[in-house]
C-alpha cells in the first residue's frame, strides 16, 4: 500500500481524558517508506488558562533501528483546524504523532485527517 490515512472520518482527540500535566497520547503508524511522501494534517488546540507550558503536537519520525527525531511541532492556539503539511525523509519509518497537554484544566488537542502519501499527488482533486 503506498498511501496511509488514518481516521477514515474520524478524529483523535485528547479531550479532558485524563487531568495529569504533560499528560500526552501517541497515534503511530507501522513502518512504510516514507520516500517522496509528504503527511497533512489538521489540527486543534484551545485551553482555558494560560500558562507558562503550552499545549503541543509534535511529528516524530522512528527509524528501523528505533532512533526518534522530532520533524515539526506547533504549539499555538487555535480558532479553527488549520492545515500542517511537511515532506518526510526518505527511508523506511513510523511516523508518530504526538499530542501533549499543558498544566491547564480545560484544554483540548484534536487532530483529524491524517494522510500519508506521494508529495505530487496532494491538492490533485479525482474529476468524476
Excluded at 500500500?1 to 501517541?26: C, E, L, N, P, Q
Excluded at 483546524?81 to 499543558?102: C, M, N, Q, V, W
Amino acid at each position: 500500500m503506498s498511501d496511509f490515512s488514518a481516521g477514515h472520518g474520524h478524529y483523535a482527540a485528547m479531550v479532558k481524558t485524563d487531568t495529569r500535566a504533560g499528560y500526552s497520547a501517541r497515534l503511530v503508524t507501522p513502518y512504510i517508506n516514507t520516500t517522496g511522501k509528504c503527511l497533512e494534517l489538521f489540527y486543534w488546540i484551545t485551553v482555558a488558562s494560560s500558562g507558562s507550558e503550552k499545549m503541543r503536537i509534535k511529528i516524530i519520525v522512528i527509524s528501523e533501528e528505533l532512533e526518534e527525531k522530532e520533524l515539526h511541532s506547533v504549539s499555538d492556539l487555535t480558532l479553527y483546524f488549520p492545515k500542517l503539511y511537511l515532506r518526510l525523509p526518505d527511508g523506511i519509518h513510523r511516523i508518530a504523532i504526538e499530542g501533549t497537554r499543558s498544566k491547564a484544566k480545560i484544554c483540548t488537542l484534536s487532530v483529524d485527517d491524517v494522510t500519508i502519501m506521494d508529495c505530487a499527488r496532494f491538492g490533485k482533486m479525482p474529476l468524476f
